[in-house]
């Protein structure tokens, strides 16, 4: 009878142990959420220029930032068009593919895969250096 009372203590302290873990995590998140947010906002703003100043590797032109964004755009619109509705009821990820950078001036068409790891950078297409 002892021990029944033991164990019964024991999944209590561990219930008690797991909520209180959890209500710090959640409280943890919530304070942290407005050091996160400007970090995220602020990490994107940085590769869209990095991107943006990248020069064209045939006429030495700059890309620019409505090239990047325009293909950040088609990216992720093609990205959306194969989501179905019961896609977020089964929580699978959007991930946007590889962009489809042009240069402006020449045409030079570049891949920039955006889920690759860092250093990312503009691709000319066909290269062998993927």
Known sequence: M???RLRRLNR???SIALSATIMVMVVAMVALLPVLLPYLALSEWWEMRSLAR???SRCGNRIGAAEIRRA???A????WA???PGAFRRRRRIVAGPWEVRC??????YSYDSQAPRPRRLVPVGSAAR
């Open 2 to 4: 002892h021990r029944k």
């Open 12 to 14: 209590l302290f561990r």
């Open 54 to 56: 990248t020069r064209c």
């Open 72 to 74: 950040r755009e088609a």
């Open 76 to 79: 992720f619109a093609r990205a």
């Open 82 to 84: 194969h989501v179905t």
């Open 104 to 109: 402006s001036t020449c045409g030079q068409a």
